[in-house]
């Protein structure tokens, strides 16, 4: 990687706008954080001259991560001129939902992620498949560049790798991922805070939502593959908003017969939003099919269809790569 790209185009840009992606988590929105503050840390830029853009809300449990108070969404950034912007942990370009005119409209167009599936679709890329999470890539590209990495961005680098990994738990955890998490650790980011931040601080609704979603579970093929479908209802029902589903896929992994698990959540009556998680298939192969994308063990797409129909698609295509 051509570090110094990342360097001279921080350097040569007047405004700078860092994007998100929809329905954002740990490791989209601790790196954007990460970044805003390095970036008014380590160059001669103000306040005024950055924005961070998320799609969507921040949950509730993230809300510690530094500086997120300060982020906007599109809407609200959209009259404004850039010359570069940054896209962070996004796998493909649709995932940056109403932000991505905007980033289509600016001419330097960075692109940091950690997905195997991305494209590079930016004019500068910074994209690891290999790296546990954006925030490690993130890091690497400081660190590379001798960049002062601050106790808050620490705190936030820390909480992207810390979820990307589910607490050190998934395949993508490496001996250099606990490594970069020992060296943030030694800069200031607190760990036993920031796990009770992201897992010990779930709201009660959160709490009945997924243990009404558990209860009505469907398993097919000698309970191989699990599966959750989440109406508009059933948000209503236990006053949930779009973040409180955010977990039940790995739920359901967990369970020792599976071998694939989703999600399908849906969006309005045509169109249903998907998360797979699997122990050993490749579920980027199955987002793929429906212009999704992701890692090998985590993805996610969009299915223009309505959640039981959807359903049925996605429990074919997940019948192909468990053979």
């Known amino acids: 990687m051509n570090f110094e790209l990342f360097k001279s185009a921080i350097q040569n840009a007047k405004n700078i706008l860092i994007i998100s992606h929809v329905n954002p988590d740990g490791d989209t929105l601790g790196s954007m954080s990460a970044l805003y503050q390095v970036i008014l840390n380590n160059f001669d830029k103000s306040k005024d001259s950055i924005n961070m853009v998320y799609n969507g809300i921040i949950p509730e449990i993230y809300k510690f991560i530094p500086y997120l108070d300060e982020a906007k969404t599109p809407k609200q950034v959209e009259n404004n001129k850039y010359d570069l912007a940054i896209a962070v942990d996004i796998a493909a370009k649709d995932r940056m939902g109403d932000a991505l005119p905007l980033f289509e409209s600016i001419e330097t167009k960075m692109n940091i992620d950690h997905h195997k599936t991305n494209t590079n679709f930016g004019t500068i890329n910074f994209v690891r498949g290999d790296a546990c999470s954006c925030g490690e890539v993130m890091l690497d590209i400081f660190n ?158 969009t299915i223009r269809k309505p959640v039981n129909i959807a359903k049925d698609k996605l429990v074919e295509e997940i019948r192909k790569v468990l053979g």
């Open 144 to 301: 590379a560049l001798d960049l002062k990495i601050d106790k808050n961005t620490a705190c936030a680098l820390y909480a992207a790798i810390l979820t990307d990994t589910g607490g050190f738990r998934y395949e993508n955890t490496t001996a250099q991922t606990l490594l970069r998490a020992s060296e943030l650790i030694k800069l200031g980011a607190n760990p036993s805070q920031i796990s009770r931040y992201c897992y010990e601080s779930k709201p009660r609704n959160m709490v009945l939502l997924h243990a009404n979603c558990m209860i009505n579970a469907e398993f097919f093929d000698n309970n191989k593959i699990a599966g959750i479908c989440i109406t508009n209802k059933d948000m209503e029902k236990f006053h949930a908003s779009n973040d409180y589903t955010e977990g039940l896929v790995e739920e359901l992994r967990r369970i020792k017969t599976t071998e694939v698990s989703f999600v399908v959540k849906e969006v309005d009556e045509n169109t249903s939003k998907v998360s797979l998680r699997s122990k050993t298939a490749d579920v980027s192969v199955v987002a793929q099919v429906f212009n999704g994308g992701g890692h090998t063990f985590a993805a996610g797409c």
